[in-house]
């Protein structure tokens, strides 16, 4: 028997807006998540500039200048997250106007621009928030950009980057809530897929400004002991 004719499937999107373009294709799921995993990449040129600075005494001199090792490392921290800020506009631009020319989909932003640009800034604080830890805790470049480059790349399969969460196992889908990067990619796909408010993602985009904000005051306060020592 044939039973295919006695089922009939509406499939039907999970948004406000009905419009047809509104769906998690290839160019919605890539461009988020690879902005993301190259936002959190700049752990790369941080650690690798602050240990160079740290071994040739640049540091020292700075610190000498100032009295204090605050603004030290929250200048670092301004200037590469400016950097981040322009990584996830260049990657923005690629996905509306470069994709397309590759016979791909345009990306689609949704309409809360202000939703945008607080998560975007969420997420660079995020990104070099945790940068600036490793940069600061590792001796030496090699265990720094080792264990960054390993911890980022873990992060990014957990969080969704590689392929969307839902699916995934269920026991990942769980770990997944615990990495920042999923924090990031949530809110992205929220605005971007489904329009939503600002409201909508906040809890996330707290979790996001936490994480950095530890990792700031972590890395301050072990700059510290170090420099005291």
């Known amino acids: 028997m044939d039973l295919s004719r006695l089922i009939k499937i509406d499939q039907t999107y999970a948004s406000q807006n009905q419009a047809a373009l509104l769906e998690l294709n290839s160019v919605q799921h890539n461009v988020p998540a690879w902005t993301m995993f190259a936002m959190f990449f700049i752990l790369y040129p941080l650690a690798g500039n602050y240990i160079k600075e740290r071994e040739e005494g640049s540091l020292l001199r700075l610190r000498l200048i100032s009295g204090s090792e605050l603004p030290v490392v929250t200048g670092k921290f301004v200037f590469y997250f400016g950097i981040c800020l322009i990584q996830f506009v260049l990657m923005i631009l690629v996905g509306i106007y470069v994709m397309p020319l590759m016979g791909l989909k345009a990306l689609i932003l949704g309409s809360n621009v202000w939703?945008?640009?607080i998560t975007a800034c969420s997420v660079a604080i995020a990104a070099t928030g945790f940068g600036t830890l490793i940069a600061i805790y590792f001796?030496?470049?090699?265990q720094a950009l080792t264990f960054g480059s390993i911890s980022v790349v873990i992060l990014s399969a957990f969080g969704g980057v590689w392929v969307p969460v839902y699916v995934l196992p269920e026991m990942l889908q769980?770990?997944?809530?615990?990495?920042p990067l999923n924090w990031g990619l949530e809110s992205f796909n929220d605005l971007f897929l489904r329009d939503a408010e600002t409201t909508l993602i906040l809890p996330n985009l707290l979790?996001?400004?936490?994480?950095?904000?530890?990792?700031?005051v972590a890395s301050i306060f072990i700059n510290k002991s170090r420099t005291v020592s």
Do not use: D, E
């Open 174 to 179: 769980q770990i997944s809530r615990f990495s």
């Open 139 to 142: 001796k030496t470049p090699q």
């Open 207 to 216: 979790k996001l400004i936490i994480f950095g904000a530890v990792t700031l």
């Open 115 to 117: 939703g945008i640009i």
